[in-house]
Every structure is written in C-alpha cells, then in structure tokens.
C-alpha cells in the first residue's frame, strides 16, 4: 500500500470526536427527546426530499463507491476498505442486538405531532443506538482522508458525513446521541482496521504505515 496520509485522518478523527463527545453530553444535559426535537424542524418539501435522498450516502452506497474507485485507482486500499465494512458492521449490528428494544424517535416521544417526519420514508420503531448510516459515512470519509493526500477532503468529507447523519434526525429515525454512537463506532473501526491490516499484510509488504 501506498503511504497513508495520517495527517488529515488525524484532524478528521479529532474534530469527529469531539462532535460526538458534544453531542453525548447534550443529550444527557437536555435530555436527548428534547435535544433531537430541537434540530427535527420542519424545513420544507425541498429539504424533505433532499435529505431522503443523502441519507442514501449512509447505506450500501458509499461502500460500493468506495469499492469501485479503489478497484479502479487504489486497489492497494481493498483490504482496509473490506475490514472498515466488516467490524464496522459487527459493531452496529452488535450493539443494535444487544439492545433490540431501545426506541426510536416516533416510539419515544409520546406526542408524535410534535416530530417533524416526511412521507414516503419508512419510520422504524426500535433498533435505535447507533446510527449505522452515520457509522457508514464516517468511515468512508475516514478511508478517503488516508488516501487522499489533498487537505481539501476533511473539510468536503466532513460535510459528507456530517449530512448523512443530520439526516437521520431529520427523517425522524435516531436522537442525536445514536448519531455519536455511529462517529464514535467509525473512529473505532478506522483505526482498529488499520492495526489489523498491518498485521495481517506486513510480512507480505503490501501495507505500508
């Protein structure tokens, strides 16, 4: 593998998790039903139909972008994209089974005319913590951030990422604090894979650090 570039992961990774850290903390202090209704405002049909479209840069999406423009111009990055997907996965579905009962938004809140939702998206009821779409997204931009030397990607992907997950409570689907979980998860998994990477592909002199 190519050098990585550790510089802008490192300022990724540091301003991803004091975001998250933030976020935890006012959930706590405001409660996270009145901490999520406060950013799940109604902001027209033209927002509705845009963040029902990015929240999409949280499913399958970004990884199989990702995948293709590493089989077309890194191709050195496969095995840490393949373990980003994979304990990044374990851990979201983990924890989401380790809690299957922890509400969502709409089966939280007791007054539903209060949650801003918008039609033709599907409302999930449980499954709340962590967010994987923002997991996803975070880690994505987080492999981006080593490829790609240019110091322009923090701040492109960070928007990236950060609409992803805004999108999730906009579309009435997790608190805030499940959107911490999901940064938090991806800081975990970035670094985690690159430790096993080296490991595994050192000897073979296919992973550089």
């Known amino acids: 593998m190519q050098q990585l570039n550790h510089s802008n992961l490192s300022t990724a990774t540091i301003i991803t998790s004091i975001v998250a850290f933030v976020l935890f903390a006012l959930s706590f202090i405001f409660n996270k039903e009145s901490f999520f209704l406060l950013f799940n405002t109604d902001l027209g049909l033209a927002a509705d139909s845009f963040f029902a479209f990015i929240t999409k840069g949280g499913e399958v999406v970004p990884w199989v972008v990702a995948l293709v423009l590493i089989l077309v111009w890194r191709r050195d990055f496969f095995w840490l994209l393949l373990a980003c997907f994979i304990i990044s996965t374990v851990f979201v579905q ?45 880690a994505v931009f987080f492999i981006a951030c080593l490829a790609i030397k240019s110091k322009w990607i923090v701040p492109l992907g960070l928007i990236y990422a950060l609409l992803v997950s805004y999108s999730r409570i906009y579309l009435a689907e997790h608190f805030p604090r499940d959107i911490a979980g999901g940064m938090l998860i991806a800081v975990i998994t970035i670094y985690l894979s690159l430790w096993i990477c080296r490991k595994v592909l050192a000897k073979s002199n296919t992973f550089s650090k």
């Open 94 to 138: 983990g924890i989401k089974n380790t809690f299957p009962d922890e509400p969502r938004p709409t089966k939280a809140i007791t007054n539903i005319n209060q949650v801003h939702t918008v039609e033709g998206v599907e409302l999930y009821k449980v499954h709340s913590f962590p967010s994987g779409h923002t997991s996803a997204a975070f």
